[in-house]
């Protein structure tokens, strides 16, 4: 099983024919169900997609939170579904979060009855603010809005409507490039893969979190496709497993052997020789390479250190915040403590009134990452600004 392809993605790439047996397509709070053929990109698909519905354009997104257990699309009709399903975590990951933002800009744009910019403009400020305060810590969020809003100015002499077409035009460039910078980090760091290896991955870095390919985990699966054979040792990623439900989906989609092991036993396997590489993404690099990710990164690298074992973190540019000097002014988002507590709402593993923690991301310092892998190549964590600052002037 597997979800559908991305629309217009390369004909030329190789699919394979999957049955989905327990797909369902949620639009609008409607829920249909039932039997579905598609064909399934072993490296290619997306979480989400810009999509003329029967009622108009909406936001297709594969609702993350149903995995590995059912296939479930959502149809977004409105800024606000969108930012719903940012929050709720339907799609998450930085890229697909930045992907998802400026979608919903656009999508909220066509539903404005405006004469003019000045009116178009000021009844989109609101729906940036929607979208902005969904999730604090991915700077591809913000990244995306704004790139979004340079160019409603920009086209601020058109016509409203053509406005409105040029903000789809950008959401779905912003989509396509994010796949494009994905595609050549993993050829930029597939080199880091030898034959044999096991590599340790944290969180979900692959399809699922991006446009389509994914960050680190993009990086094995071109490596896979170069015909490197290796293992994955892949952390569940408490508290919401999102390593357990959904990077040992999609490694179990594509065949690549893996073990799924819980957070506290990684030092372990590192103590047994058993990791040769750590691979984990990132929600926003400072300007130093200090890098938050999802909780528990920062253990991982700790470990890794302590072992001598390479620790790179694989992100695209649009990532990079260098209006942040270090890791200590990325702001982290606090989630409902009930993630921690219960199992998705449901099973209680934790006594009733307990206090509990939950910051969805920790902050690694640049001391203990090798390397920062980017669509413009692999760099140490203190080259980003002066290395990238180079590419741009050449």
Not at 5 to 27: E, F, T
Not at 260 to 280: E, H, P, Q, S
Request: with cysteine.
């Amino acid at each position: 099983m597997g979800p559908s392809p991305r629309s217009g993605s390369d004909p030329g790439q190789r699919r394979a024919r999957a049955d989905a047996d327990s797909v369902s397509h949620a639009a609008s709070g409607l829920r249909l169900t039932g039997a579905l053929i598609f064909y399934y990109n072993a490296f290619m698909f997306s979480p989400i997609e810009w999509h003329l519905g029967a009622n108009g354009p909406v936001v297709r997104m594969l609702d993350q939170t149903r995995l590995p257990g059912e296939v479930v699309w959502v149809d977004c009709p409105d800024h606000q579904t969108v930012a719903k399903g940012i929050k709720e975590l339907w799609v998450r990951g930085a890229p697909a979060i930045g992907i998802a933002a400026a979608m919903g800009y656009a999508l909220g744009a066509n539903g404005i009855r405006a004469g003019t910019y000045d009116d178009l403009a000021r009844q989109l400020k609101p729906i940036r603010d929607t979208l902005a305060s969904t999730r604090p810590t991915a700077v591809n969020l913000f990244w995306a809005l704004n790139r979004m809003n340079e160019v409603l100015q920009i086209h601020k002499d058109r016509p409203v409507e053509s406005i409105k077409e040029r903000l789809v035009q950008e959401a779905r460039a912003i989509h396509d490039e994010d796949i494009q910078r994905n595609l050549a980090m993993g050829r930029h760091g597939a080199r880091l893969v030898q034959e044999g290896d096991t590599i340790l991955t944290h969180c979900n870095t692959g399809a699922l979190a991006t446009g389509g390919h994914g960050t680190a985990l993009g990086v094995l699966f071109t490596a896979w496709e170069e015909g490197k054979r290796f293992k994955v040792l892949v952390d569940e990623t408490r508290p919401v497993l999102q390593g357990a439900r959904l990077t040992m989906w999609e490694l179990q989609q594509n065949k690549i052997p893996a073990t799924l092991i819980a957070d506290n036993m990684a030092g372990a396997f590192m103590k047994k020789g058993t990791v040769r590489l750590c691979l984990v993404g990132a929600d926003r690099i400072a300007a130093n390479g200090d890098t938050a990710n999802k909780i528990g990164t920062y253990s991982v690298a700790v470990l890794a250190k302590a072992h001598r074992i390479p620790f790179y973190v694989a992100a695209p540019t649009s990532t990079i915040d260098f209006s942040i000097a270090s890791g200590e002014a990325i702001p982290i988002e606090e989630r409902n403590p009930e993630e921690v507590t219960t199992i998705f709402g449901k099973v209680r593993v934790a006594p009733a009134n307990v206090e509990a923690a939950n910051p969805a991301f920790d902050v690694t310092p640049a001391k203990y990452i090798t390397g920062i892998i980017t669509e413009e190549g692999v760099f140490k964590p203190g080259e980003l600004k002066r290395k990238l600052d180079a590419r741009k002037r050449a």
